[in-house]
């Protein structure tokens, strides 16, 4: 019995012991091991820099001139000079019209105006005559008044009927209905044969210039007063060329880039926006009338406008932007961004972020806020281009 009471005696010692020393040598396994290093992030350091503020506003096109083609006489259209969709030049006769009325009309104008004439001549003849005769009292005063009074007449009936051979004539000229500008020519109304009247209201066809365009774009009244506010910053807002680009409806990227134009001065009260014009080369008429497209506008420059890589920006299920920043001691902090638009393949950002701050784009999974890590610099371009 004093053998096994020193036996449970030395157990209950040496278990705890035992217990001990595993814990202390485990402790010590762990200690021992070497710790993980930082993970690794590629990082960007911001800095501010002249960024373009631009625009993407809907538009559409209009012809630089229109000119719908109508009859300025009364007639039987005897043909058609032009094929539809050509060019024609200015001047150039599109139609024509039976003639013989306004030419039987001239002649007779021509004729009324001989007899005029014929009429002057002998009442310039017996006026003089007159004028001589009553300075010797040959004739009475009143006859010699008479002659002078017909003379009048008589020229007066001649510039009468020369007015009216002007007027014969510019109808025999309006029988050849001419292109009144250059430019494309649409689908004719009428054909040979057929009526038509002075001042009709349907026009014969249209002709379109196309070469150079307009692009009418509209633009919200709250983003004038924007860009007023950026402009009043710039030096000699005035004086800026405002370049325009403009993506097609198939999002292809329009080859000749155009300029503002027009600027509205008034609000449009049913939609609050404010009519911009902007004007474009069309060499290959492109562009047609009616077309819609988006116009890209380089409106003013933001001397302090920060760049920051679009794979840098995350968001979460509200929407809200944030991005990773690694801090003096290399530890991560999240930062709540706002981004105002994006240029090329960076956002503008506006709130959250400074210049020299160090941004992770790369290795986003496997930072996490509060965490060390090594940053590593990374060359991604930085740099704000132009309107594209």
């Not at 030419?103 to 009429?119: C, D, G, M, P």
């Not at 047609?288 to 380089?298: Q, S």
């Amino acid at each position: 019995m004093s053998n096994q009471r020193n036996t449970h005696g030395m157990r209950a010692v040496i278990l705890p012991l035992l217990v001990a020393t595993c814990l202390v040598a485990c402790e010590d396994s762990v200690d021992g091991q070497a710790a993980p290093p930082p993970q690794e992030v590629g990082v960007v350091h911001l800095k501010t820099q002249p960024v373009p503020v631009v625009a993407t506003l809907p538009g559409r096109t209009r012809a630089y001139k229109v000119s719908q083609v109508r009859p300025q006489i009364t007639g039987i259209i005897q043909e058609r000079l032009f094929e539809e969709g050509a060019q024609v030049d200015a001047g150039q006769v599109l139609y024509t019209i039976d003639a013989a009325p306004y030419e039987a009309a001239h002649a007779s104008a021509s004729a009324s105006l001989a007899r005029a004439e014929a009429t002057r001549d002998s009442a310039a003849v017996l006026a003089k005559r007159y004028a001589g005769l009553a300075k010797i009292e040959a004739v009475s005063q009143q006859e010699n008044d008479d002659a002078q009074v017909a003379l009048k007449e008589a020229e007066a009936a001649v510039a009468e009927a020369r007015a009216a051979v002007t007027s014969a004539r510019i109808n025999l000229d309006y029988t050849h209905i001419e292109a009144p500008i250059a430019g494309k020519v649409a689908t004719s109304e009428f054909t040979p044969g057929a009526l038509v009247t002075r001042d009709q209201a349907s026009p014969l066809t249209t002709v379109r210039q196309l070469d150079p365009i307009y692009v009418d774009i509209t633009q919200p009244s709250r983003d004038l007063l924007e860009l007023r506010r950026r402009f009043s910053a710039a030096a000699d807002p005035d004086q800026r060329t405002v370049d325009v680009v403009l993506h097609l409806e198939d999002g292809s990227v329009y080859d000749h880039a155009g300029r503002l134009s027009f600027r509205g001065v008034a609000v449009e009260e049913s939609t609050g926006t404010v009519k911009l014009r902007a004007i474009f080369p069309n060499p290959d008429q492109v562009l047609l009338p009616g077309m819609y497209v988006k116009a890209v506008l380089e409106q003013a420059v933001d001397d302090e406008g920060l760049l920051v890589p679009q794979q840098s920006i995350t968001r979460d299920a509200r929407g809200q932007a944030s991005a990773l920043v690694v801090k003096a001691d290399n530890t991560v902090e999240r930062r709540d961004v706002v981004t105002e638009r994006a240029v090329r393949n960076h956002w503008v950002v506006t709130s959250g972020l400074s210049a020299g701050d160090r941004v992770i784009v790369d290795g986003l999974q496997r930072a996490r806020p509060g965490a060390t890590v090594n940053p590593v610099r990374v060359d991604v371009e930085q740099t704000a281009m132009a309107v594209e």
